[in-house]
């Protein structure tokens, strides 16, 4: 349980860094780095803990919401050229 909760925590400094420069944040490294860290512990303990208890439902759910996230990405990027 903790080397996850350590590898969710590293993972969550580098993805804060890079979602506060996408969404064009104005935050300090520190800053960003504990945004992510928080948002990739709340959300990787409670995405474990929704497909414990929701199953192939829940997955699906979770299936498209990244998937229209990626499509609204997607969208966004190739607008800018």
């Given at each position: 349980m903790l080397p996850g909760i350590l590898l969710l925590a590293v993972i969550g400094a580098a993805a804060g860094y890079v979602?506060?420069?996408l969404m064009r944040v104005d935050a300090d490294l520190p800053t960003a780095m504990g945004i992510g860290v928080l948002g990739a512990l709340l959300g990787g303990l409670g995405l474990r803990t929704l497909l414990t208890m929701g199953g192939w439902?829940?997955?699906f759910v979770l299936a498209v919401l990244g998937s229209m996230a990626l499509i609204w990405i997607w969208q966004n990027v190739?607008?800018?050229r």
């Amino acid at each position: 349980m903790l080397p996850g909760i350590l590898l969710l925590a590293v993972i969550g400094a580098a993805a804060g860094y890079v979602a506060t420069r996408l969404m064009r944040v104005d935050a300090d490294l520190p800053t960003a780095m504990g945004i992510g860290v928080l948002g990739a512990l709340l959300g990787g303990l409670g995405l474990r803990t929704l497909l414990t208890m929701g199953g192939w439902v829940v997955t699906f759910v979770l299936a498209v919401l990244g998937s229209m996230a990626l499509i609204w990405i997607w969208q966004n990027v190739t607008r800018r050229r």
